[in-house]
Structures are given as structure tokens and as C-alpha cells.
């Protein structure tokens, strides 16, 4: 074999490298951590946090101007209603940063227990200021469980599966975030569904007129149909 063929010799990345510091950041795993660490810790959950509340707010503003029928109108086949999407992520929040921690919100409703979709809808003796007020309260206490505990705090979910029930901190707020993110990405379309209402005033929208944003909508439309004709042709 000749010396370019030869296989290397393995020798361990310096731990200063930039992939293995992005590695750290993001391990639940470790020993105690030094200093450094604990800098760097704090860092990564007031990021996670802030992703967390600010995916809060977007939820919440998608009932802004909304009655209580439009607030819970189902625009999709499976009933997905902007009341609901609310409820559900308190509910939800209320959990992952109650109960898993030992930390449980003081009386929390009957519906988050649920497996029958009871939190994904308000009946009528549930009005959308009581479902925004339970909202605010398990946010509240999630963000007093994200003040009290270290990233590496453990916990449990005990509706998951065995093998995956035992978390940190860390991964419920990546878990949350995520989830959150995913909801008002829903409540941001059935808002547009229900009177037009469209993106969070951050400028990430495009500047279209009305009647502009008629004719794109045309012109999609009109991309589609052709997409079709051909895929039929084909």
C-alpha cells in the first residue's frame, strides 16, 4: 500500500473547534459544568425562551378583532379553529412546564387531560377572555419553571413512551418552542381564512395592495392550472 493510500492515524478534534462548542450547546449530556459552560448554558435558554414567548405573542394576536364565532370557526375538515389553537398550546404548556418538572399549575381545567380533542375547541360556557386568562396563567407559570431550573434539570413525561419520557429542561423548550411555532403557524392561515388578516407586522410580509395581492393570487392560480393541464397531457 503506498503512503497516499495508507489509512491515517485517528486523533480527537481539539474541543475548541467551532463544531465541537455547537455540539456542547447543545448536549443535554455532560459532567458538572464548569463555568464556562454554565455561561453558555444560561445563554442557550434565554435564547430558546425568547423564541418561546415570541411564538406566544404571534399566537395570541391571531384573536385580536376576532368575535367569539370567527374565533372559534372551523376552517378545515378537521375543525382547526383559532380559539382552539390558543387553548390547546396552554394547555399543553401547562404540562411540559408543570407536572413533568413536579411543578404542577394550581388548578388546572379538566380538558388538558383529555385524549378526545376537548382542548382544540371551546364549548359555549368557555368564553374567549376565559381561554386568553388560562392562556396567560400556564404561560405565567411555564416561564416562572423556566426561571427556576438549569437546562440540565430532569424530568418526566409520563404520557410518552418509555424510552423517551425521561428530559431536561433543555428539550422541553426546544419541544415547546417548536410546537408553539407550529400553532401559530397554523392560527397565522386560518386568520387569512377567516377575514384576510395576514402576517405579524414584522415587515416579513410582502408590501402588496389589495388589489395586487388579488392579481398574485390569480397568478398562482393561473401556474397551477397550467401544472395541471400538463401533468394530463404527460
Given at each position: 500500500m503506498s503512503d497516499v493510500e495508507a489509512v491515517p492515524e485517528v486523533h480527537?478534534?481539539?474541543?475548541?473547534?467551532?463544531a465541537a462548542s455547537g455540539n456542547a450547546l447543545l448536549s443535554d449530556e455532560g459532567s458538572a459544568p464548569t463555568p464556562d459552560q454554565a455561561a453558555a448554558d444560561a445563554a442557550v435558554k434565554q435564547t430558546l425562551h425568547r423564541y418561546l414567548?415570541?411564538?406566544r405573542a404571534a399566537l395570541l394576536a391571531k384573536l385580536d378583532g376576532l368575535?367569539?364565532?370567527q374565533a372559534r370557526w372551523p376552517v378545515t375538515p378537521t375543525g382547526t379553529n383559532v380559539l382552539g389553537l390558543v387553548k390547546h398550546v396552554a394547555g399543553v404548556q401547562a404540562g411540559y412546564f408543570g407536572e413533568v418538572f413536579g411543578r404542577p399549575l394550581p388548578d388546572p381545567p379538566a380538558w388538558p387531560e383529555s385524549e378526545d380533542g376537548d382542548d382544540m375547541f371551546a364549548?359555549?360556557?368557555?368564553?374567549?377572555a376565559d381561554v386568553v386568562a388560562f392562556h396567560h396563567r400556564s404561560a405565567a407559570h411555564a416561564d416562572a419553571t423556566i426561571e427556576a431550573l438549569d437546562l440540565t434539570a430532569t424530568g418526566t413525561v409520563s404520557w410518552w413512551p418509555e424510552e423517551h419520557r425521561h428530559v431536561t429542561?433543555?428539550?422541553?423548550?426546544?419541544?415547546?418552542a417548536?410546537?408553539?411555532?407550529?400553532h401559530a403557524g397554523h392560527a397565522d392561515i386560518v386568520r387569512e381564512m377567516l377575514d384576510g388578516l395576514a402576517g405579524d407586522g414584522d415587515g416579513n410580509l410582502a408590501d402588496k395592495t389589495p388589489d395586487e395581492w388579488v392579481r398574485w393570487r390569480e397568478q398562482l392560480v393561473d401556474i397551477a392550472e397550467r401544472a395541471g393541464l400538463r401533468d394530463?397531457?404527460?
Open positions: 480527537p478534534a481539539s474541543t475548541s473547534t467551532l414567548q415570541k411564538h368575535a367569539e364565532r364549548p359555549l360556557d368557555e368564553t374567549m429542561l433543555h428539550r422541553i423548550l426546544v419541544h415547546m417548536y410546537e408553539t411555532a407550529r394530463l397531457s404527460a
